[in-house]
């Protein structure tokens, strides 16, 4: 035993050590976490807020920036942690579903005065007479006018459809497929998304004349089809749209447009005497339950609330905000249109329910539109889709015989591991193979960590119904309802069987479209006297190349029916040729949906077979080709007898894989058909992500329906190897 003894300087160094290694987290401990979702000017305005308030008050800030789309997860994911932001800035709407989850607390005190607010940003935060956040700013769309085109402004929208506009120019221009688009045209028949009861609002003969009137417009040529937010601004900003129906968020598109424009509130239906009504967005800064008990993030509240902090907001991002002691600058004519709009503005209801309207009423309203339904019809069946996804789950089951059945298959494979134990020859066999385990260790590891722990994680949670973190025992229920179609008849658009056969349809075409394809490219490029080999493998080759989701979203700009390539090669045929066919509309059948899918994924797959046929290829022996032409076979019988059997060893892998990853293929189909028509082109994985994310985060469910395609690819991917290995006498 050692003699030493500590001096004062070992304790002093040692202390030293441990307060370094400690310095990081007790510098984050009074560290202040600020999340967001902006960009450009606005993200710009709240680093300049933050920055002022960081050297007022002595308070380290650290900022982050989320993406929309996934903010919500992300404060799910942290928050009850300890881990998410004491401050966050986002949309009332979704103050309800974040009260579910237990992710706010109370935002009162960091509120002033009433009279420093509008009574519409206050009654937008406000749940059960708390306050759940301190307004920042106000968003709706308005009517934006191209002067140019139209001097003065109907008073009514009829008058606005009614104008004459050159050809190719549209007198206006709004999302009118969009539910969010058509909340304004809505409101003006007297009609709501979302009932005071948190019923589904969007039925009745308002809601059924809303869509009539929207029809009209369309067919008339007063606004254009299938507009979404990019077209509307593209149309606009280039001039061929008098009229538009948007938010700020075109204001910065229009930097360098060659023609005047302002911003003015939206017009009257004439035929109800209404005015349109767009949801008003009220951004606040909200706190997170721990952020709620720190005097530190209130006063940070404080600073982003303040009427400095607004005046900065307005005048580099050019929001406008909610504060009535800050008026709207002179020299922004912009802002001043806003604003008008915005007192007539209703604020978006923060109901969790009416995230579900937006699937429902989104598909009853391109239904209308593209002829397939009456209003009526469009309007009750998405009356009955919403009461599906708000029904109640499942009922609590007991996990007695779950963990029964656990525990009989631990004691299963602890008898085994007993008895392997026991046997020399195994423990001999053990001891010999620890140096090679050693190495492979950090493997099992690694994948247990990243492949065995999600799958495992992921079958467990299909066991489970209920909202996130209010989850709870159900058993096989979820599995009971995929299944039996939720009560409704097997083969009903979205249903499970159905979407498995459009599913299996969807692999067999593409799989066999990839092959050929492929395998033809591949035998092609391998004749050695074909010129400029090397260019034309790189050129075929990019396809692969590109990210999917960006070549996706370039098909569907193809395939649309008015401005894509598509359709203006139609139109250049008709001028050659001098006949009179029609551009295709083709997300409104089942046929050219699913065509329009299988066109972008052959693009993107065809390349990987090309490849592996000719790596295949090189490994055929030339002698034998040889010796079969020298046989007197002729070029198809070599091609067929020879080349194809030696190459197949390395085609069945691809195939399998090529099957797996088309089985999966999320990105193509959300982002070119979005599954329309109503959802009849959607495959399993695109329809588990609507349970998981557009219905009410029913993790359960969406868990239970990727089990399913977990054991259906491991089925029909092992299922020929299983059948190989079978004697011969017990086929």
């Given at each position: ?158 008058g606005i459809a009614a104008l ?92 360098g447009v060659e023609f005047a ?53 307005q005048r580099l991002a050019g ?413």
């Open positions: 035993m050692s003699s030493r003894t500590c001096s004062p300087g070992h304790v002093l160094g040692a202390l030293l050590a441990v307060l370094a290694l400690l310095a990081p987290a007790l510098a984050r401990a009074d560290e202040l976490r600020l999340w967001h979702a902006y960009r450009d000017a606005e993200a710009t305005a709240l680093v300049e807020i933050v920055e002022e308030f960081a050297a007022r008050t002595g308070h380290r800030v650290e900022l982050l920036a989320v993406a929309h789309e996934s903010f919500g997860s992300k404060l799910a994911a942290t928050i009850p942690r300890g881990q998410g932001p004491h401050v966050f800035i986002d949309s009332h709407e979704r103050i309800g579903d974040y009260r579910l989850r237990a992710l706010l607390g109370d935002a009162g005190p960091a509120l002033g005065p009433d009279a420093d607010y509008s009574a519409q940003s206050l009654a937008a935060v406000t749940q059960d007479g708390a306050r759940w956040g301190v307004p920042l700013n106000a968003k709706s769309v308005a009517l934006f006018v191209n002067t140019r085109l139209a001097g003065a402004v109907p008073d009514t929208l009829e004459p506009m050159p050809a190719g120019v549209y007198p206006l221009a709004y999302e009118a497929q969009s539910a969010y688009g058509h909340m304004p045209l809505l409101a003006a028949f007297d009609g709501r998304m979302l009932a005071d009861d948190a019923s589904f609002g969007f039925v009745g003969p308002a809601a059924a004349r809303s869509l009539a009137f929207a029809r009209e417009l369309v067919e008339r040529g007063a606004v254009p089809r299938d507009a979404d937010g990019a077209l509307v601004s593209d149309l606009f900003r280039s001039g061929r749209a008098a009229f538009a129906i948007s938010g700020p968020w075109l204001v910065g598109q229009l930097a424009w302002r911003v003015v509130p939206l017009p009257i239906v004439g035929e109800t005497g209404l005015p349109m009504r767009p949801p008003l967005t009220v951004e606040a800064a909200m706190l997170s339950p721990q952020g709620s008990a720190s005097p530190a993030a209130l006063d940070l509240v404080r600073a982003l609330a303040s009427a400095e902090a607004a005046a900065v907001r929001t406008l905000s909610v504060r009535t002691d800050v008026p709207v600058p002179e020299d922004s004519p912009v802002l001043a249109g806003f604003r008008a709009q915005a007192e007539l503005a209703a604020p978006m209801s923060a109901d969790p329910a009416m995230r579900s309207t937006w699937e429902p009423a989104f598909r009853a309203i391109r239904k209308v539109l593209r002829g397939q339904a009456s209003p009526e019809d469009a309007l009750a069946e998405a009356a009955r889709r919403f009461a599906d996804v708000r029904r109640p789950p499942p009922p609590a089951a007991s996990p007695t015989p779950a963990l029964l059945l656990l525990g009989l298959g631990l004691l299963l494979v602890a008898f085994h591991l007993v008895r392997r134990a026991r046997d020399p020859a195994a423990r001999q066999a053990l001891r010999a193979s620890l140096p090679a385990y050693r190495y492979v260790a950090h493997s099992v590891v690694v994948v247990g960590l990243l492949v065995f722990l999600p799958l495992i994680v992921g079958a467990a949670t299909s066991l489970f119904a209920g909202r996130p973190g209010e989850g709870y025992y159900v058993g096989l229920a979820n599995f009971f309802e995929i299944l039996t179609a939720r009560g409704g008849p097997l083969l009903a658009t979205g249903s499970f069987w159905f979407v498995l056969l459009v599913t299996f349809l969807w692999t067999a075409v593409n799989v066999v479209l990839h092959l050929g394809i492929g395998l033809a490219l591949g035998l092609v490029l391998s004749r050695p006297t074909l010129r400029l080999r090397a260019l034309y493998r790189v050129l075929l080759i990019l396809p692969w190349a590109v990210p999917s989701y960006v070549t996706a979203l370039a098909w569907k700009g193809m395939f649309h029916q008015q401005y894509g390539a598509v359709t203006g090669l139609v139109l250049a045929i008709n001028e050659w040729f001098g006949t009179s066919l029609e551009p295709i509309a083709w997300f409104s059948r089942f046929a050219t949906a699913f065509a329009a899918n299988v066109a972008t994924n052959v693009w993107l797959g065809f390349p990987f077979m090309m490849v592996v046929t000719l790596g295949a290829l090189t490994a055929v022996p030339a002698d034998v080709l040889e010796a079969a032409e020298v046989d007197g076979a002729s070029r198809w019988q070599r091609l067929t007898r020879v080349t194809l059997p030696m190459i197949r060893p390395a085609l069945a892998p691809a195939v399998t894989l090529g099957a797996i990853w088309t089985f999966n293929m999320f990105n193509v189909v959300f982002l070119v058909s979005g599954g329309d028509p109503d959802g009849s082109t959607d495959i399993l994985v695109s329809e588990a992500y609507r349970w998981a994310f557009t219905r009410e985060a029913q993790y359960g469910y969406a868990a239970a329906y990727a089990v399913l395609i977990f054991l259906l690819l491991l089925v029909t991917t092992r299922l020929p190897a299983w059948l190989a290995r079978r004697p011969r006498g017990a086929r």
